[in-house]
C-alpha cells in the first residue's frame, strides 16, 4: 500500500491506462480457450470469494497436466510442518541492510527483518519500470530468460545428501535411513578403489568422489553427509522426506553455468580416475550455495500460524500471513525477469513441492474486476475506483491513494528438482519445469504507479528471494587455496587439497568454491 494522499491537479482525472502507453494497442486479442476459463473462474470468486481464496494454486507440468505433491507426506501438509520446515531454511537467509548484514533468525521466526520488507527494490536488480502502462508500452506482459536455470536433485537427507550413490542400481534408496546408509558402510569407497573396476569407481557418491580428489583419507565429506541424517534418525526414529539441500539448489542453478558434459580428473594419489557426471558437479554446487556464506536479497515474510484468521470474505487478516504484496509481485517479476533478464526464487510455502524454485518465465493477461471480462487491452481492464468501490469486497484494505484497479492473470513457469542421473551431458532439455496460475488485481494511483493490490488466492508466493547478480559462493578455507589448478589431468595443487578438507570439516560442510567452479569450467572447456 502507498502512503501517499490524493491530490488535485490538473492530472488528477487523467486514465491511468492511457499514461505513457502507445497510441495504438497491437496486442493481439487474449486466446479464446484461456479467456474463458478466466472469466469462468471469476464468477466462482464472486459467487463465493472466501471459498475461492482458499483454493490451492492450479499446477500444470510440461504437457499441461495438473500436478500433485511432492517432498511432503499428507500428515506433514495437515500438521503443517512443511511451514516450519521452510521458515527452518528461511530464517539463515541474510541481507545487508544500512551496511549491516541482519539473518530472519535474529527476529521473528520467517518474518522480514526490518519493517516494510515488502518492497520490490529490496530484490530486483534495478526497479526501472513502475507503471503499468509503460509495461504494457514495452511489450512486457511476457518474458523468458533465455536458458532456464539448471534442475537438480534437493538431495535429501535420509538419503545421505552428497553421500548417496546415485548411479547405483543396487543403492536401495529406501525410506529407512539407517538401510541406505547400512549399505555404503559395507561398501567403502577406498574397498571400491582398491578394486580398479573403473565402472564401479563411476558408480560413487558425489561425496565421495570429492573426498578422493582432495586426498581426504577420512572420507570427512561423506561422512558430514550422513551423520545429518544420524541426528534425526536417532532423535526420532526416522528422517523426514522433505529435508534436504533445495535452498542451495535454488541459486545456484542460476548463479553458476550448467556443466553441460562430464569430466574425468585425477584423485589426489594421481592415479585413480574419477569421473564427474554434470549430476555430481550439479550436487556440490548446490551444497557449497547451501552451507557457504552468501548475502541474498528477499522480499516478504511468513508467520507460523497453521491457521491464519481471515475477514469474512475469506482474506487473510494478519499482515504476518498476507506475506508479499500483489504489487510488490508483479514489479519484482516484471522487473527481474523481464527487464533484468535473470531469475530468482519463489518460497511458496503452500506448496507441496519442496519450496525453493527458480524462476524462469512468465506472462499475463488482464480482465476487468467489474465487468469480470477477460482482454489484452489494458484499458478495457482499468476501471475507476470511484466505480468500482461499491462492488470491491477488499475495500477496507485499499490505499486512500488508488484511483483504478486493473486485474491480472499472471502463469509462471518455474524450474522443479529432477532425479539425478550418470549422464555423460546436461542441456536445458533435461530440465522440469511447472507452470503456475495467480490471480490478483492491482491499485494504480493518478500517475499510473502500481502502488498495491489484493490476491485473489490466499496460497501465493509468501517470499522472494535471490542472490545479487555477480554474488559468489565462498568458503573461509577458499582464500588459503593458493595457485592454479591447471587441468583435469592433474591433481590438485596441494594448498587446495588442504584448503578443502577444512572446509569439509565446518560445522556446516561445503566443497571449496574454487574447486566446484573449476570442475564446471572443465565440463564447459
Not at 548484514?101 to 527483518?113: D, F, H, N
Not at 504489487?327 to 511458496?348: C, E, P
Not at 476501471?383 to 499472471?410: L, P
Amino acid at each position: 500500500m502507498s502512503d501517499d494522499q490524493p491530490s488535485r491537479d490538473p492530472e488528477e482525472h487523467q486514465d491511468p491506462s492511457r499514461a505513457g502507453a502507445p497510441d495504438e494497442d497491437v496486442d493481439e486479442d487474449v486466446d479464446a480457450a484461456e479467456a474463458a476459463e478466466l472469466e469462468r473462474l471469476l464468477e466462482a470468486f464472486h459467487r463465493d470469494p472466501a471459498e475461492f481464496l482458499s483454493r490451492h494454486p492450479v499446477k500444470t507440468g510440461d504437457g499441461g497436466d495438473a500436478v500433485e505433491a511432492g517432498a511432503f507426506t499428507a500428515e506433514q501438509i495437515r500438521s503443517g510442518r512443511h511451514i516450519s520446515g521452510s521458515d527452518l531454511y528461511r530464517r539463515s537467509q541474510s541481507a545487508v541492510h544500512d551496511g549491516v548484514i541482519i539473518t530472519l533468525s535474529e527476529v521473528l521466526p520467517g518474518k522480514a527483518p526490518f519493517a516494510g520488507n515488502d518492497r520490490a527494490e529490496n530484490l530486483v536488480d534495478n526497479l526501472e519500470v513502475t507503471r503499468l502502462a509503460d509495461m504494457h508500452g514495452q511489450k512486457l506482459r511476457k518474458a523468458a530468460l533465455d536458458e532456464s536455470p539448471w534442475s537438480d536433485d534437493y538431495w535429501a537427507i535420509y538419503l545421505g545428501v552428497l553421500g548417496k550413490r546415485y548411479a547405483d542400481p543396487r543403492f536401495p534408496d529406501s525410506k529407512d535411513w539407517a538401510e541406505n546408509r547400512k549399505y555404503i558402510e559395507e561398501r567403502p569407497a577406498p574397498g571400491v578403489v582398491a578394486t580398479g573396476d573403473q565402472e564401479a569407481i563411476n558408480k560413487l557418491s558425489p561425496a565421495e568422489k570429492y573426498d578422493l580428489l582432495v586426498g581426504d583419507p577420512d572420507g570427512t565429506l561423506t561422512t558430514k553427509m550422513w551423520e545429518q541424517g544420524r541426528v534425526y534418525y536417532e532423535r526420532d526414529g526416522e528422517v523426514e522426506t522433505w529435508m534436504g539441500i533445495c535452498h542451495g539448489w535454488a541459486p545456484a542453478a542460476y548463479m553458476l553455468p550448467r556443466p553441460r558434459r562430464y569430466v574425468d580428473v585425477k584423485a589426489a594419489d594421481g592415479v585413480t580416475t574419477l569421473r564427474f557426471y554434470p549430476a555430481d558437479i550439479k550436487s556440490l554446487a548446490s551444497l557449497l550455495w547451501a552451507n557457504a556464506p552468501t548475502v541474498t536479497r528477499f522480499v516478504g515474510g511468513r508467520s507460523n500460524d497453521k491457521d491464519p484468521p481471515t475477514d469474512d470474505n475469506g482474506r487473510m487478516i494478519s499482515e504476518k500471513a498476507f506475506d508479499t504484496n500483489p504489487a510488490t509481485w508483479h514489479l519484482a517479476v516484471v522487473n527481474q525477469i523481464g527487464v533484468a533478464r535473470r531469475s530468482f526464487i519463489i518460497d511458496a510455502t503452500y506448496d507441496y513441492e519442496v519450496w525453493n524454485q527458480p524462476v524462469h518465465e512468465y506472462r499475463y493477461s488482464y480482465f476487468n474486476p467489474l465487468t469480470r471480462k477477460a482482454t489484452s487491452k489494458l484499458e478495457r481492464a482499468t476501471v475507476s475506483y470511484d466505480d468500482f468501490k461499491d462492488a470491491d469486497i477488499f475495500r477496507a484494505y485499499r490505499s486512500d491513494a488508488t484511483r483504478s484497479i486493473v486485474g491480472v492473470m499472471m502463469r509462471m513457469r518455474y524450474v522443479v528438482e529432477t532425479k539425478p542421473t550418470p549422464r555423460e551431458t546436461d542441456s536445458a532439455t533435461r530440465d522440469k519445469l511447472h507452470t503456475v496460475r495467480y490471480m490478483y488485481d492491482l491499485e494504480l494511483d493518478r500517475r499510473g504507479e502500481i502502488i498495491g493490490g489484493e490476491w485473489y488466492q490466499n496460497k501465493h508466493p509468501d517470499f522472494l528471494w535471490t542472490p545479487p547478480p555477480g554474488g559468489r559462493a565462498r568458503t573461509s578455507p577458499d582464500a588459503y587455496a593458493e595457485g592454479e589448478w591447471s587441468g583435469p589431468d592433474t591433481p590438485l595443487p596441494t594448498s587446495w587439497r588442504n584448503a578443502a578438507r577444512y572446509a569439509s570439516r565446518a560445522n556446516k560442510p561445503s566443497p571449496l568454491g574454487k574447486i566446484v567452479e573449476r570442475l564446471i569450467d572443465f565440463a564447459n572447456a
